[in-house]
């Protein structure tokens, strides 16, 4: 009777229909910075991730313009304040009407990463970090999982005026992803759910061959691929920051994840990242990517978001194109001598496409704000 019971169970368990696969990721970030307006202005049902941007270190290597909402916190704290309780009220109610929508704190960013170097060095300063993470969570219930934005592990490129890393990173990196997955876990135990953990990177070859990838990814939901920034002002000749496909540079999305690939992350964890702004040179001669250049066009940084872009290069005198061979799009302007890389609508389009067929986990971009909303549409692929 038994056996005739374990038969008929497992017949119905192969009449079930199979697992449904994992959304894929469309995400994007949101500078908190630009207030709760930006988060009304992002249409319902577009993406299904947000990240929002970006909570600080407090303590070591604290930025000035964070002090006051690092005021009373620990080091190697978090620096949320009334913002984030905002915008976690907010989300609260957009969450009810799109229960599938997942967010994420992202800590760090380019600016701001400094102080996980002497945070991860240690397992008492990590543990600070991790307790503060939890009474985060616990404080903002709308959000679902943690990105850490340490941008630059093993050399920061002294983005604050001060060279910070070392080769100890990579393992300080991984110590810090392992205790907080076991943290994190702890915590969804105690509260009924699951809490996330991903890493935002830098995607060219020096910063990911520090990582010791093959124990971290089993750790994470995502790697959101910084998969643009690839060229920018600080390169004394043009090129495309954002591109797909290679040319033997390690400087494309496609390139980035055969990178990561070998090093052992699977497919599915890698999210591809877009940009919804460009970047400019100035005392540029010629159309061509790769051309001399003088530094940065447009703006003291040489970059420009797409909700300015996108009239600027329509106006009279400027020459556009798409390098069909990488999939990047161009403006030049011959009398104002500005080349400017950026993603148009149909090269994201491609990316999506691209990294859906290759099995990735979906697609992100930084920065919300700087849309009006075509390459968010084309974020579906």
């Known amino acids: 009777m038994r056996i005739l019971s374990l038969c008929a169970l497992a017949l119905s368990l192969l009449s079930l229909p199979p697992a449904r696969a994992a959304e894929p990721v ?10 709760l307006q930006a988060l009304e202005r992002l249409p319902e049902g577009r993406v299904n991730t947000l990240l929002l941007a970006f909570l600080r270190l407090c303590g070591p290597h604290e930025l000035p313009k964070d002090r006051a909402a690092c005021a009373g916190k620990p080091a190697h704290g978090l620096s949320d304040g009334a913002v984030e309780a905002a915008f976690n009220h907010a989300l609260r109610q957009r969450k009810q009407r799109e229960p599938g929508l997942r967010v994420w704190a992202s800590v760090g960013g380019w ?31 709308a959000t679902d999982g943690i990105d850490l934005d340490w941008e630059h592990p093993g050399g920061n490129g002294a983005a604050n005026g ?13 110590a810090l992803l392992r205790e907080l997955r076991t943290a994190l876990d702890e915590l969804g135990r105690e509260q009924g759910r699951r809490y996330g953990l991903s890493v935002a990177v830098n995607v060219t070859r020096p910063v990911l061959q520090r990582m010791h990838w093959p124990a971290m990814a089993p750790l994470l939901d995502h790697v959101f691929m910084m998969s643009y920034d690839y060229h920018g002002a600080w390169n004394p000749r043009t090129g495309h920051h954002a591109a797909l496909q290679g040319a033997g540079q390690d400087d494309s999305l496609a390139e980035s994840v055969t990178t990561l690939r070998a090093a052992g992350v699977p497919a599915q964890k890698l999210v591809a990242g877009a940009a919804f702004y460009g970047r400019a040179w100035r005392g540029v001669r010629s159309a061509q990517a790769g051309a001399a250049a003088t530094g940065p066009g447009l703006n003291a940084e040489g970059a420009v978001g797409w909700r300015e872009l996108k009239s600027l290069v329509q106006e009279r005198g400027w020459q556009r194109g798409h390098d069909a061979a990488r999939g990047g799009d161009w403006a030049w302007h011959p009398q104002r001598r500005v080349w400017i890389s950026y993603e148009s609508p149909a090269s994201v389009r491609a990316k999506a496409q ?18 009006y909303g075509s390459l968010l549409q084309a974020l579906r692929p």
């Open 26 to 35: 469309r995400g994007v970030y949101l500078a908190s910075w630009e207030g």
């Open 111 to 141: 600016g701001g990463s400094d102080g996980f170097f002497p945070m991860a060095a240690s397992a008492a300063t990590r543990a600070v970090f991790i307790a503060e993470v939890k009474r985060y969570l616990l404080a903002h219930e």
């Open 162 to 174: 001060v060279a910070l890393g070392g080769p100890q990173d990579g393992a300080n990196y991984l």
């Open 354 to 371: 691209w990294a859906q067929a290759q099995g990735l986990g979906g697609v992100f971009a930084w920065e919300w704000t700087q849309d």
